[in-house]
């Protein structure tokens, strides 16, 4: 089940009013944490963060192509909904695999016990989600994208629910859950120290923060040839798999663009979050960065590689 408009109010952890589909009418999630806003509030937002940047690429020729690095909420939404069919065929392809590995990984994390709650943000099609249910946990699979979504529930999981929801502006209650996760999706919010915040908000306390992100890898010369290869070779295997190859240079950008992990790890803490440790993967093309609420026991200062 999609949900399309979540609790306004903080009095509970579901979603309530189902998504209206097949007409005009349909509405987007809330924001988030593919594209920092959403409704009425985040269309508000998203033209703040526009007012004076580089006019957006948009549609063309009848689909998204890319959006941009101000991250504007519509086209960053529309972006991923035009990549939803194929979305994890392309991760599959570009990270020759890994991708699967980097899923393990973080499930390994998040450690959802039976009965634990989960939030996955940035969800995408529940991919990751369902991997959290493995030892009887349930999670709430949230995205801003309706299209990644509808793709995700084609594929129903029996302790998944799909929700269309905000990173910026979580609808849920405080001290919902038993851990937060978002992979490779904090890139992509407009405020990424206000979406950590309302991570921390939605968490108990002791509870796990696990976020898997692009990373850069040791020493600036390999870092840089990096780049100029992610800038090369993203749109290109794209462009032959999905015929859009835009929206991949938008992804190799906003990779460059990205802060190095022991940056991330102090804007984590500062954000309120305890023992952050972070593990690099791949290199350092992918990191995975661990922390907890304070108030259950592990949640003393942190900031160091393990």
């Not at 509970?12 to 920092?36: D, E």
Request: proline letters at 5%; a positive charge.
């Amino acid at each position: 089940m999609i949900v399309g408009k979540l609790l306004s109010s903080r009095n509970s952890v579901g979603p309530t009013t189902p998504l209206r589909t097949g007409s005009g009418r349909q509405r987007r999630g809330a924001g988030g944490q593919r594209q920092g806003g959403g409704g009425a509030r985040g269309q508000r937002r998203g033209r703040r963060v526009a007012r004076g940047g580089p006019r957006s690429a948009g549609w063309h020729d009848g689909r998204m192509t890319r959006a941009r690095l101000d991250k504007r909420p519509g086209d960053v939404a529309a972006m991923f909904d035009g990549l939803a069919d194929r979305y994890d065929l392309l991760n599959d392809v570009l990270s020759m695999g890994q991708d699967r590995h980097w899923r393990r990984v973080v499930a390994a994390a998040v450690a959802a016990a039976p009965g634990e709650l989960v939030l996955d943000l940035a969800a995408g099609t529940g991919t990751s989600s369902r991997a959290f249910t493995g030892a009887g946990a349930r999670c709430v699979a949230c995205d801003f994208s309706l299209g990644m979504l509808q793709a995700g529930a084609r594929k129903p999981a029996a302790r998944v629910r799909f929700a269309a929801g905000d990173a910026l502006a979580l609808p849920f209650k405080d001290l919902a859950f038993d851990a937060v996760t978002i992979s490779f999706g904090l890139r992509n919010v407009v405020d990424p120290d206000a979406a950590l915040a309302e991570m921390l908000r939605v968490t108990r306390p002791g509870g796990r923060l696990v976020i898997c992100e692009f990373g850069h890898l040791p020493g600036r010369r390999l870092d840089a040839v990096y780049a100029r290869y992610l800038a090369a070779a993203l749109p290109m295997v794209a462009r032959r798999l999905s015929g859009n190859g835009e929206a991949y240079s938008y992804l190799a950008e906003s990779i460059a663009a990205w802060p190095a992990q022991p940056e991330l790890a102090r804007r984590i803490a500062a954000a309120g979050w305890g023992a952050v440790r972070w593990r690099n993967l791949t290199m350092g093309v992918v990191a995975v960065h661990q922390a907890r609420r304070p108030g259950g026991g592990d949640s003393g200062p942190g900031g160091r590689a393990v």
